[in-house]
């Protein structure tokens, strides 16, 4: 392959011990057994062997349903595959996207000893969080959640929370942000508008952006990484894309499913974008595939229905999930009042990075910055 690409696996697809009412990936897979010896070893092999010469690192990020179900046992023979068919010159990372009720004493030392970044999904408040994710038996899971995340502090491992915003913490931006960086200590946060049928309203989205940033401003800045602020700031001062949402198109992250199947990305995993399976395709097949590559033009549609927009280069669209039946973001109104009102900061921000002062003094420039703006625009 000519450039590096990345898989997300399942490893026991879409099989979980809660029942989030939000939930997309629920019935997409029967329940049953995890994901086999030989495409695990298929898997691995090939994600590793297929990236360009010259790839430094190569980073296995485990996903659900909840990947704790596959086992202990399940991932200490993935590292040992890892360690078999890892380049001398090549760093292989882990990195899982858990409920975080599973995690025990053992689990954590595991995820300690190898290094693995904890991706931990916590929607806000205790009554927040519980509203939604649930035990099938109806009861809330975050003292669970809770318990599990002090083991992860108490060992220093790497986590970052992923807090889903739907129709009920919509409008809770300013508590949950508060509740995560102070009452949590949380340091790295990303917040994920639900996909499926019920979106959440684009005006309310754009308010919770913007006031979980007047306060990451305030007492967050340079000391707490907010996923879309990260991005937008990497955009502005690098030009380079470092999530997808806000990329211009879409299929650099595949879906490994646990039978080894293969999909173009987590939020379309369907007929239309299976691409083939790990057992007996290439990478190099799957990602130059029709179905590939027509869902990379998909993706850059906006290219045609957001021109004009002056926010574009940040926003690119969004989501492709979250699009209507013309195309459009339906969360659009949202990401452009954000967009708007954060930008000169975000410059102020850069113009401090540029001189070697403290990123706390953006203040200094924003007057000037927001001046320059509408100049330009005039
Ligand atoms: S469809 Fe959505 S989640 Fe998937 S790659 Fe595109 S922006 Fe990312
Ligand atoms: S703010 Fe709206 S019009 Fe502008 S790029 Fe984003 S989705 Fe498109």
């Known amino acids: 392959m000519k450039n590096p690409f990345h898989v997300i696996v399942k490893p026991v697809g879409d099989v979980c011990?809660?029942?989030?009412?939000?939930?997309?990936?629920?019935?997409?897979?029967?329940?049953?057994?995890?994901?086999?010896?030989?495409?695990?070893?298929?898997?691995?092999?090939?994600?590793?062997?297929?990236?360009?010469k010259g790839c430094k690192e190569v980073q296995f990020v485990w996903q659900g349903g909840e990947p704790m179900l596959a086992g202990l046992e399940f991932y200490q023979r993935a590292l040992q595959l890892q360690d078999k068919y890892r380049r001398p010159d090549m760093k292989i990372t882990n990195?899982?996207?858990?409920?975080?009720?599973?995690?025990?004493?053992?689990?954590?030392?595991?995820?300690?000893?190898?290094?693995?970044?904890?991706?931990?999904?916590?929607?806000?408040?205790?009554?927040?969080?519980?509203?939604?994710?649930l035990y099938y038996s109806g009861q809330g899971s975050f003292d669970k959640v809770l318990k599990g995340y002090k083991?992860?502090?108490?060992?220093?491992?790497?986590?970052?929370?992923?807090?889903?915003?739907h129709p009920n913490n919509v409008e809770c931006g300013t508590e949950i942000y508060q509740f995560l960086t102070h009452k949590m200590q949380v340091k790295r946060l990303q917040f994920l508008p639900?996909?499926?049928d019920e979106t959440i309203d684009p005006t309310a989205w754009g308010k919770f952006l913007s006031n979980v940033f007047e306060l990451w401003l305030?007492?967050?800045?340079?000391?707490?990484?907010?996923?879309?602020?990260?991005?937008?700031?990497?955009?502005?001062?690098?030009?380079?894309?470092?999530?997808?949402?806000?990329?211009?198109?879409?299929?650099?992250?595949?879906?490994?499913?646990?039978?080894g199947s293969v999909y173009s990305c987590d939020h379309y995993v369907e007929p239309s974008q299976y691409l083939g399976c790990v057992d007996q395709n290439s990478f190099a097949e799957m990602l130059t595939s029709p179905a590939q590559l027509s869902f990379k033009r998909m993706s850059a549609l906006h290219d045609e229905v957001?021109?004009?927009?002056?926010?574009?280069?940040?926003?690119?669209?969004g989501c492709p999930k979250h699009r209507d039946n013309d195309h459009k973001n339906?969360?659009?109104?949202?990401y452009?009042?954000?967009?708007?009102?954060?930008?000169?900061?975000?410059?102020?921000?850069?113009?401090?990075?540029?001189?070697?002062?403290?990123?706390?003094?953006?203040?200094?420039f924003i007057t000037q910055i927001k001046t320059s703006i509408i100049q330009q625009a005039g």
């Not at 967050?220 to 997808?244: H, K, M, P, W």
């Open 17 to 52: 011990n809660l029942n989030c009412t939000y939930c997309f990936y629920k019935e997409k897979s029967d329940e049953g057994a995890r994901m086999s010896d030989e495409t695990l070893v298929n898997l691995t092999k090939k994600y590793i062997q297929e990236q360009p």
């Open 330 to 334: 339906k969360l659009c109104s949202g």
């Open 151 to 165: 083991k992860l502090q108490e060992r220093g491992i790497q986590t970052n929370i992923l807090c889903v915003v």
């Open 194 to 196: 639900v996909v499926g």
């Open 306 to 317: 957001c021109s004009g927009c002056d926010v574009k280069g940040l926003c690119q669209s």
């Open 218 to 259: 305030k007492k967050g800045l340079g000391q707490v990484s907010v996923q879309l602020f990260d991005t937008a700031y990497a955009r502005i001062v690098n030009g380079v894309e470092t999530f997808c949402v806000h990329a211009h198109d879409c299929g650099n992250q595949l879906v490994v499913e646990r039978n």
């Open 336 to 364: 452009y009042s954000f967009y708007k009102h954060s930008i000169p900061y975000f410059y102020a921000i850069a113009e401090c990075q540029r001189r070697g002062i403290a990123l706390t003094h953006y203040d200094k």
């Open 95 to 133: 990195a899982i996207q858990t409920n975080g009720t599973l995690i025990t004493n053992q689990w954590a030392d595991f995820l300690h000893h190898h290094q693995f970044l904890v991706g931990l999904s916590v929607d806000g408040t205790k009554v927040i969080h519980d509203s939604e994710r």
